[in-house]
């Protein structure tokens, strides 16, 4: 499943490149905190359990003319999400960690240090 680091998504977002930010988490995660100019389908708890008809059902919400890059908590329902949408027709990648890799990178934080420089070796 393809996915980008939280480097690789600012970096995009800061030249105007920026994709589709799809953030799947429950309103109410994405109101205390979500990557600016993300779009909030919060289909996180059907995803987790694998039910993908509410994601299906909200396809039209997403651009068909733009990568994607799907949002979550640590990036694993993300991951559903982002295979759904490939499967869709959708250039969709994952973000790395979630928005917990998006936050430690956003901090420059130890542990965003360590994951980022794992996901460069792999």
């Given at each position: 499943m393809?996915?980008?680091r939280p480097?690789?998504?600012?970096?995009?977002?800061?030249?105007?490149?920026?994709?589709?930010?799809?953030?799947?988490?429950?309103?109410s995660?994405?109101?205390?905190?979500?990557i600016?100019?993300?779009?909030?389908?919060?289909v996180?708890?059907?995803?987790r359990?694998?039910?993908?008809?509410?994601?299906?059902?909200?396809?039209?919400?997403?651009?068909r003319?733009?990568d994607?890059v799907?949002?979550?908590?640590?990036?694993?329902?993300a991951?559903?999400?982002?295979?759904?949408?490939?499967?869709?027709?959708?250039?969709?990648?994952?973000?790395?960690?979630?928005?917990?890799?998006?936050?430690?990178?956003?901090?420059?934080?130890?542990?965003?240090?360590?994951?980022?420089f794992?996901?460069?070796?792999?």
């Open positions: 393809p996915s980008i480097d690789e998504l600012a970096a995009r977002l800061d030249d105007g490149d920026g994709p589709f930010v799809l953030d799947v988490r429950p309103e995660n994405y109101r205390r905190g979500a600016d100019g993300s779009r909030n389908v919060p996180y708890d059907d995803l359990s694998g039910d993908d008809a509410s994601l299906r059902r909200r396809l039209d919400e997403i651009p003319d733009r994607v799907v949002v979550c908590k640590m990036g694993v329902v991951k559903r999400a982002t295979g759904l949408l490939r499967e869709e027709g959708y250039d969709a990648a994952t973000l790395a960690g979630g928005m917990s890799g998006w936050n430690g990178y956003q901090r420059g934080s130890l542990s965003y240090k360590l994951r980022s794992v996901w460069r070796l792999f």
